[in-house]
């Protein structure tokens, strides 16, 4: 397998069928074209939809995967964005976006 230098400062990485792309919610090189990556911010309150007594708070996210490609006035997602939850100090746990769902305040 190819291998390349990693560089801590670097969260948006190259495109190579070897390796997936990665970017943090809070990178501050996003812009509104990266926003449908995140459905949600930090701080918001969320709960898992197969457990919706279990609340906690985002706390830190990451895309993961190929970036979107626009195909037919629609976006065709080829990663995944996962979030770290906090349910309190002591207890997180990391979610698939997919799997949560936003709390009204």
Do not use: W
């Not at 919706?52 to 706390?59: A, D, K, N, Q, S």
């Not at 349910?87 to 709390?103: A, F, T």
């Amino acid at each position: 397998m190819a291998r390349r230098p990693t560089d801590r400062n670097s969260i948006l990485s190259k495109g190579d069928s070897n390796f997936m792309d990665c970017v943090k919610m809070d990178d501050p090189r996003l812009d509104e074209s990266f926003s449908l990556l995140f459905a949600f911010k930090k701080g918001d309150a969320v709960a898992r939809r197969n457990e919706p007594t279990l609340h906690g708070e985002i706390r830190d996210g990451v895309y993961v995967g190929g970036f979107p490609k626009a195909a037919a006035g629609k976006i065709n997602s080829r990663g995944k964005t996962l979030y770290e939850v906090a349910i309190s100090n002591d207890v997180l746990y990391v979610v698939d976006q997919i799997d949560l769902e936003k709390l009204s305040k």
